[in-house]
């Protein structure tokens, strides 16, 4: 599903270079959920925008689902963001005056998917997520589990492949986010490769795999095996 070779990120900051991503090599299986951790500053937003289509790295090779992406023109890597990704964030980003129903249909709108269409498959989102009968609230009107699901009922009504999270529960009390957590393994069970960024690691012990970065790179890996130290 994704494959990084030796993939680097530097900013410019007027004379000053930031390198947020050193020779990072990563492959994540399809139907893997991966959890990436680290410290403030230690690469993992940057690393998720790459994943994401949303950033572009400075050098090195991205493979998705076997398709080079490194080098794509804006409009392309547009379209398998729109086709491939759904992305869930840690502020929901949902939309204040459209109800539930209309969050859920957004990037089906940008699909130019016919309204019929649209409505019933963000529908079938929502029904996944559990959430079908608030689909004409707003979103001022759920609480913050709730406006969560939604998020990731919109993330999923492209049915896309890879499923991006950065830190979903972190809005979000114990017991919600726990709610959330065992959402986001019912969809990696339903086929969806699952990549979460999140600082807890009771969050991240759920995953197949923890893959830990420190100042952009890749220094560990631990699986239900145990800890595989790069370089070990």
Do not use: W
């Amino acid at each position: 599903m994704i494959e990084l070779e030796a993939v680097g990120k530097l900013y410019r900051i007027g004379e000053t270079g930031v390198r947020a991503l050193d020779g990072v090599n990563l492959r994540v299986q399809a139907g893997e959920y991966v959890a990436i951790m680290g410290p403030s500053g230690s690469g993992k937003s940057t690393l998720l925008h790459i994943l994401g289509c949303l950033d572009r790295p400075t050098t090195g090779r991205y493979r998705l689902r076997g398709q080079e992406v490194s080098g794509l023109e804006d409009d392309e890597l547009a379209r398998i963001r729109n086709r491939e990704i759904g992305f869930v964030f840690q502020g929901f980003h949902l939309l204040p005056r459209a109800d539930v129903l209309r969050n859920v249909e957004v990037p089906l709108i940008y699909a130019r998917m016919a309204p019929a269409e649209r409505r019933a498959r963000a529908r079938r989102a929502l029904e996944r997520v559990g959430l079908a009968h608030r689909a004409n609230h707003l979103p001022n009107q759920l609480s913050g589990g709730e406006r969560q699901r939604v998020a990731i009922a919109r993330a999923l009504v492209q049915e896309p492949s890879l499923l991006l999270a950065d830190e979903p529960t972190g809005n979000l009390d114990s017991r919600t986010g726990a709610e959330i957590m065992e959402l986001f393994e019912r969809l990696r069970e339903d086929g969806h490769t699952v990549v979460l960024v999140t600082h807890e690691a009771a969050l991240a012990a759920r995953a197949d795999r923890i893959v830990q970065l420190r100042d952009g790179r890749v220094v560990a890996e631990v699986a239900a095996g145990g800890p595989r130290s790069r370089g070990s």
